[in-house]
């Protein structure tokens, strides 16, 4: 592991830069180009500084709105298809 020297002095109220949106896990996702598209037109006018963002918060939203399909005990996940 290297050292760091601290340089400067920090802003007022703690670290520099963004602040830390806590445990991530990296997750690669393959869209469709149409929806593809669609993310990628939307994002920014949605107020959105990148698109992660914007993705993570559509799935928050579908999840806070009971739209995750949970199964019950012992019944099979149904096969999605493209």
Same mark, same amino acid.
């Given at each position: 592991? &290297?050292?760091?020297? %601290?340089?400067?002095? %920090?802003? &007022? =109220?703690?670290? $520099?830069?963004?602040? &830390?949106?806590?445990? +991530? #896990?990296?997750?690669?996702?393959?869209? $469709? *180009? *149409?929806?593809?598209?669609? /993310?990628? =037109?939307? #994002?920014?006018?949605? =107020? #959105? *500084?990148?698109?992660?963002? #914007?993705?993570? *918060?559509?799935?928050? +939203?579908? %999840?806070?709105?009971?739209?995750? !399909?949970?199964?019950? !005990? =012992?019944?099979? +996940?149904? $096969? /999605? &298809?493209?």
């Amino acid at each position: 592991m &290297s050292e760091h020297e %601290r340089t400067g002095r %920090r802003r &007022s =109220g703690g670290k $520099p830069g963004r602040r &830390s949106k806590g445990v +991530r #896990y990296a997750r690669t996702i393959r869209f $469709p *180009d *149409d929806l593809h598209e669609t /993310i990628e =037109g939307s #994002y920014s006018a949605a =107020g #959105y *500084d990148n698109i992660n963002d #914007y993705v993570v *918060d559509i799935v928050y +939203r579908a %999840r806070d709105a009971g739209l995750f !399909p949970e199964a019950a !005990p =012992g019944q099979e +996940r149904l $096969p /999605i &298809s493209a």
